[in-house]
């Protein structure tokens, strides 16, 4: 049975996705000594010859982009860029991982630890983050919680993990349906936003797998999901130490400083991110 | 083994009976080997007296004339019954499937109480709006929309209790509340909570561990919403019965007992659908 992680990376005009993702493969083969694949649309023996081997497989896909919607990308309080959006690919996860379990994650997931090995013993064929808890710990983010205030129970796309059986291919052929049908389906669960959000189809696919109640179709992939939002500010990673600014509550342009040791987390502002892996 | 309903329906200017009518139905289209006894000093719709096994009397006169809200003869349940053991359920509900399992659960218990109620989303109620009261003066948390007795020592005292409560609530909440008064009307659920307290036998009939037997609360206050301006929850989530009697509220599947609360929840279209389906 092989295992290893899976990343989606397409560049924009200003967020260079496979960086991150190389800066994520390091990290992974560090921490949780698996090889890392990457599925992209960017020519990266070309662009990062000299990191190319930290992937098991490129795969590379024409999809990428497609129907991108546009989203607004800050960074911290007082900046930020509508910039493209080509996140219309977890679906095909399936499909395209050479591993037979695997963990999918977003390239702005900094990991710092080896919990995630956990899932690989784990009875249950698919594992996501039902809950996660932001660093500033206080905060509680309402739509975390539930898709819509009246609907489901919100689930984490960030991070997966899936084993390749007949259940998960219908789920995930479940979720590319719901990309398809995406305006059907934000009319019916009652969420605002038009920009496609893995998140939200996820946590409508997991519903109904469920039957359209709450159930144990899905598991709970091992730790805490930490995360931070795009109006926090990472502003160092050295080893498994985050350091971040966190916006203070109703406060414009004042921040608290955290400082993350040994957890994994979600780093949200990717150009802060990106600030760090250049340095 | 039948398995035994009994429902308390006594018409206001709204016509429970029919409530209650609706409640049989749903019951017969889920659960089989049941028995039903409506007590009721109201008439019953020829065409729905097949649905009940006994319609009875309520005894020693109706002492809720004067009520809007009549719980004032909900006590007498225990002795209009002609089964030894019964569930008791509110008009306001549906059963949604098949619940005979639950019996022999209930069966270990003489008296028993649900003291977990649900949304329609699967979550747990914890009721910081409707039950202020019983967190601040510690009564158990029982909802008498759904309650099962045995005849027994034990169960005849608690009506007793009850009989004594309900003809003089205003003393007995006012103790109950520390000599504070919490209560403009009687309720069941208080009613009970006091009998349950002074008798001292939380431990004895309810189970908060388990899942079931529970329902579906629809009360708008305890569904969860950060947006809390509804009065009515059909304002905020659809209802959508289909013609197998499956019901979606908003995105979720209902299962187990629907308790609606809305009076105009219950419409013609409803009644039809569960008369088409049990060829009433």
């Known amino acids: 049975m092989t295992k290893g992680v899976l990343l989606f990376a397409s560049n924009n005009k200003s967020i260079d996705y496979v960086k991150q993702a190389i800066f994520l493969a390091k990290r992974i083969r560090k921490y949780m000594d698996l090889p890392t694949s990457i599925v992209t649309d960017t020519d990266i023996e070309s662009m990062y010859p000299n990191d190319v081997d930290v992937f098991d497989y490129v795969i590379y896909s024409n999809d990428m982009n497609k129907n991108s919607t546009n989203k607004r990308y800050a960074d911290g309080d007082f900046s930020d860029k509508t910039l493209k959006f080509n996140n219309k690919n977890r679906a095909s996860a399936y499909d395209l991982t050479p591993y037979d379990s695997t963990i999918v994650m977003d390239t702005d997931y900094i990991i710092s630890n080896d919990l995630l090995n956990n899932c690989f013993i784990q009875q249950k064929d698919l594992l996501l983050y039902k809950d996660a808890t932001h660093i500033g710990i206080h905060k509680i983010v309402p739509e975390f919680e539930k898709v819509s205030d009246t609907s489901v129970d919100f689930y984490w796309a960030t991070v997966f993990f899936f084993r390749k059986t007949e259940e998960n291919k219908i789920f995930f052929n479940l979720i590319s349906h719901i990309e398809e049908n995406y305006i059907h389906y934000r009319n019916m669960y009652q969420f605002k936003t038009s920009v496609y959000r893995n998140d939200f189809a996820f946590s409508i696919a997991v519903h109904i797998m469920n039957g359209y109640q709450k159930g144990n179709f899905v598991g709970s992939l091992p730790g805490t999901k930490f995360y931070a939002t795009d109006k926090d500010v990472a502003i160092d990673i050295k080893d498994d130490e985050i350091k971040i600014l966190v916006q203070k509550n109703k406060r414009l342009g004042e921040y608290t400083g955290v400082n993350l040791k040994g957890s994994n987390c979600h780093i949200m502002n990717k150009f802060s991110l990106e600030r760090i892996i250049d340095q | ?280």
């Open chain 2, 1 to 280: 083994m039948t398995n035994n309903f009994t429902m308390l329906a006594q018409n206001s200017d709204f016509d429970y009976v029919r409530q209650a009518c609706l409640a049989a139905m749903s019951i017969h289209a889920t659960n089989k080997d049941v028995s039903i006894c409506l007590i009721t000093n109201n008439s019953v719709p020829t065409k729905y007296k097949p649905l009940f096994d006994h319609i009875v009397e309520i005894p020693w006169g109706d002492h809720a004339a004067d009520e809007d809200w009549k719980i004032s003869n909900r006590w007498k349940i225990y002795h209009a019954i002609p089964y030894n053991e019964t569930v008791v359920i509110d008009t306001d509900m549906l059963i949604l499937e098949d619940i005979n399992s639950w019996f022999d659960f209930l069966k270990n218990y003489d008296l028993f109480y649900t003291s977990n109620v649900y949304t329609y989303r699967g979550e747990l109620v914890d009721d910081n709006y409707y039950r202020k009261a019983f967190k601040k003066y510690s009564l158990p948390n029982l909802y008498s929309g759904f309650h099962w007795f045995k005849k027994s020592d034990l169960a005849h005292e608690f009506y007793t209790w009850l009989e004594m409560i309900t003809n003089n609530w205003q003393q007995f909440y006012k103790a109950a509340g520390n000599g504070k008064k919490f209560a403009l009307r009687p309720s069941m659920d208080v009613s009970a909570a006091v009998a349950c307290k002074i008798m001292d036998i939380e431990h004895l009939i309810t189970n908060s561990k388990v899942k079931n037997p529970t329902f579906t609360h629809m009360k708008p206050k305890v569904q969860n919403w950060d947006v809390n301006f509804a009065y009515r929850w059909q304002d905020r989530v659809g209802v959508y019965f289909d013609s197998n009697l499956s019901l979606k509220i908003g995105n979720h599947q209902q299962s187990g007992i629907f308790h609606y609360t809305e009076k105009d929840f219950l419409n013609n279209n409803l009644m039809k659908k569960y008369e088409k389906c049990l060829g009433i």
